[in-house]
């Protein structure tokens, strides 16, 4: 099996995560490093992605700022939506030629991975037909938003889990006038450290990756 | 010249759009450095580049949605300096005669007589 180095990064600002994410998809083409799946927690932010609309941010750049929301454009696929605390954000910088050459499946086996990290948890998430992401009760759980370069990945997908919805009004999320829930607001009282490494699990099986901790040597 | 196609980029993949071009018509290209960004379903792609030369061609607009294959720009890889158009289209009134004559230098007879065609508008 091949492997896949985890790491869970903590709280992380996005530009930093995305420099993160852009030396490792260079050393993931070079062959240097294994598969990555990185988690983060996001200081509130909103994103936009290549193919956005930026009318689907209702709130003024000078409102975001002071309420201390950073915005930034992303090449990543997708509308506009929001990251921040209590939201498990993952980054899997996969190089898809080892596992199937398709960028459908590859979004669909996200959304498996977080169903059945989900069911775990009493929570019967689902898909939507056009609708990127997992849903619970017709309100979105999980966003996913995806870039590839050379068949390697960035970007990736965000799970609320104790996420203040309140901030999502600054937005039409994904484009898309629907509702948006939580894992806390369903009901869920697992920590995040417990949703991890459910979602690891299910990550690798569906992946058909060997997962292990990444161990910083250097820092 | 190079054609630049909507790569498929899964099986049931069939389509995607061209959401931004990452080079200008008339400009250099190396070979594998990223020419333009596609979008299916939720996920961007970057495109490299099938050829170096000057990208000569740019045939399809970006936020065009376009079938997997469709031809989106072609690249020359002779380098795009303005002599080049001359031959070329000197080239389409003799081709009739002997096509095969001509061989070495131009492709073949179908993507010479398409060349001139594309180039009398400039």
Known sequence: ?219 | MIDIVMPQMGESIVEGTLTKWLKKQGEHVERDEPLFEISTDKVDTEIPSPAAGVLSELLVAEGKTVAISTVVGRIDEAGGNGAVAKPAAAVAVPAPKAPEAKAPDAPAPRSSANTACGRSRN
């Open chain 1, 1 to 219: 099996m091949r492997a896949c180095e985890v790491r869970e990064l903590g709280r992380l600002g996005y530009e930093d995560a995305l420099a993160l994410q852009n030396k490792l998809v260079l050393e993931r083409q070079q062959g240097l490093i294994p598969d990555q799946l990185l988690f983060v927690e996001h200081p509130h932010t909103i994103t936009l992605g290549r193919n956005g609309h930026l009318e689907n941010l209702l709130a003024s750049e000078q409102i975001l700022e002071r309420s201390g929301i950073s915005f930034h454009s992303t090449n990543r696929g997708g509308d506009i939506t929001y990251h921040g605390p209590g939201q498990i954000v993952g980054y899997p910088i996969l190089d898809l030629r080892e596992w199937k050459r398709d960028v459908r499946a590859y979004v669909r086996a996200i959304e498996q991975s977080l169903i059945d990290c989900l069911l775990d948890f009493g929570i019967s998430g689902v898909r939507s037909e056009g609708m990127t992401g997992v849903w619970v009760e017709g309100r979105k759980v999980a966003a996913i938003g995806v870039h590839i370069s050379r068949w390697v990945t960035s970007h990736g997908f965000a799970l609320n889990h104790t996420t203040d919805l309140g901030y999502f009004q600054y937005i039409v999320p994904c484009g898309l006038t629907k509702p948006v829930t939580s894992l806390r607001e369903l009901g869920v009282q697992a920590g995040r450290a417990e949703l991890t490494e459910s979602l690891v699990r299910h990550f690798a099986r569906v992946f058909a990756l060997n997962t292990v901790q990444f161990t910083e040597t250097t820092k």
